[in-house]
């Protein structure tokens, strides 16, 4: 079974543009989560989508926004890049929510996003 | 206060000995924790999971669950330089993560 796919792997923008980034689940998973993971503030959570609706949310500004398409594929949008948001992307896909307690997550390889 | 906070490390242990890694929560409630190790430039993987108070062992692994003192802990018995990465503790059904404990195993 593939593993979770993301993309692109790498991309480099500037101030003030916009970003969309792309997670293909595992087969069959139907929740994705994203998170934001840099050095100095580690793994943190932007949200998670469940059979298309927004189950959850991290405490990220409005400019992050995220959609879920049916066939379980999510994309994530930033808006008005900043400097702080380079960062490396992570998504992860989960059978049920990643919200339960007994639910696995498998990690995508990441978008590293630079910011200049 | 955080969610759940990691032992910050680094930390360096020679080959063979025993690696230990800590992780405390806030939430009583929390009934379940995974540990995922990060490889340089990779992902998170799932190593282990615990669901109940004790240990469960995995091969070279052993997770430690204490509910009462609300810590969670990793043992890498016999530490390999491949052991060496970044180990992550999470809280079942939380969504988020430690800040993770960067593990150096040398020759």
């Known amino acids: 079974k593939a593993g979770v796919t993301q993309t692109p792997r790498y991309l480099i923008k500037t101030r003030g543009q916009q970003v969309t980034l792309s997670c293909s689940p595992i087969?069959?998973?139907?929740?994705v989560s994203w998170y934001q993971q840099t050095p100095g503030q580690g793994l943190q959570f932007l949200f998670e989508?469940?059979?298309?609706?927004?189950?959850n949310k991290g405490n990220f500004p409005g400019r992050f926004s995220g959609r879920q398409f049916s066939n379980s594929r999510s994309e994530m949008n930033v808006s008005t890049l900043e400097l702080g948001d380079s960062a490396l992307y992570l998504c992860?896909?989960?059978?049920?929510?990643?919200?339960?307690?007994?639910?696995?997550?498998?990690f995508g390889p990441g978008t590293r996003l630079l910011v200049l | 206060q955080k969610e759940v906070e990691q032992n910050s490390g680094p930390l360096s242990v020679p080959e063979g000995a025993i690696a230990s890694l800590n992780c405390t929560y806030s939430?009583?409630?929390?009934?379940?924790f995974f540990w995922y190790r990060q490889y340089s430039g990779k992902s998170p993987e799932l190593i282990m999971s615990?669901?109940?108070?004790g240990d469960k062992e995995d091969g070279r692994f052993t997770a430690q669950l204490n509910k009462a003192s609300q810590y969670v802990s990793l043992l890498i018995r016999d530490s390999q330089p491949s052991d060496s990465a970044t180990y992550l503790c999470?809280?079942?059904?939380?969504?988020?993560f430690g800040q993770g404990t960067i593990l150096t195993v040398h020759p």
């Open positions: 992860a896909s989960s059978l049920t929510s990643g919200g339960t307690i007994q639910e696995t997550q498998y």
């Open positions: 087969s069959g998973h139907r929740s």
């Open positions: 989508y469940f059979s298309e609706t927004q189950r």
């Open positions: 939430d009583r409630g929390s009934q379940s």
């Open positions: 615990i669901y109940s108070n």
């Open positions: 999470a809280p079942g059904g939380k969504l988020t």
